[in-house]
């Protein structure tokens, strides 16, 4: 994914100091990325999860999978 894709679509996380303890949700919605990213987890399927949750959209999920990624990409430090 090319920069100005990832940052669009990273714009679908929003952080709001009174919404879900300031943990970071789907467009502003009461959809906590690490909800999202639980169903996919449990074996849900993208189209279950809009079935079921029918104010998300695709671009969501990937959202929500694009920040996750960002959130695991640094360094682990070990002790020797």
Known sequence: MNE???L???ARITVEAGKCG????????R??????LE???????VEEI??????????DILAAIA???L????????AS
């Open 4 to 6: 100005p894709s990832r």
């Open 8 to 10: 669009k679509i990273l």
């Open 22 to 29: 300031g943990r970071p949700c789907i467009r502003g919605q």
């Open 31 to 36: 959809m906590r990325v690490s909800d999202l």
């Open 39 to 45: 169903l996919l987890g449990a074996g849900a399927s």
């Open 50 to 59: 809009l079935e079921d949750y029918p104010y998300l959209e695709r671009e």
């Open 67 to 69: 920040y996750a990624s």
């Open 71 to 78: 959130q695991t990409d640094h360094i682990v430090l070990q």
